[in-house]
């Protein structure tokens, strides 16, 4: 039995929509993601609620992808916490 466990998008996920792929999944959380499109993932709950004909159907696959899983986004990300994290140290002194 699969647990529904599942908080975030799995790398699966990630890699469907960058490089253009269907995908196939029992993640419920899927379908509440920004990119969830049903053309393209297919959510099931058991083995035998697969579609293999939409598994087999070759379709044109495109997310509109903008960008926002890049690395880069991650690194201005860490930064932007660095300095909110030194922002609030101040903030702490000064009414100290």
């Not at 647990?3 to 899927?30: F, G, H, I, M, S």
């Not at 099931?44 to 997310?63: A, G, L, M, N």
């Not at 960008?67 to 880069?72: C, D, L, V, W």
């Amino acid at each position: 039995m699969l647990l529904d466990v599942q908080t975030a998008p799995t790398q699966r996920y990630y890699e469907a929509v960058c490089y253009n792929k269907k995908l196939l999944t029992n993640n419920k959380k899927a379908i509440s993601l920004p990119f969830y499109n049903p053309d393209y993932i297919h959510v099931f709950e058991k083995p035998e609620d697969i579609d293999w004909d939409w598994v087999k159907e070759r379709i044109p696959v495109d997310y509109h992808y903008d960008g926002r899983f890049s690395p880069t986004h991650l690194i201005d990300r860490i930064i932007e916490l660095e300095e909110e994290k030194e922002s609030r140290q101040n903030a702490e002194k000064e009414i100290s």
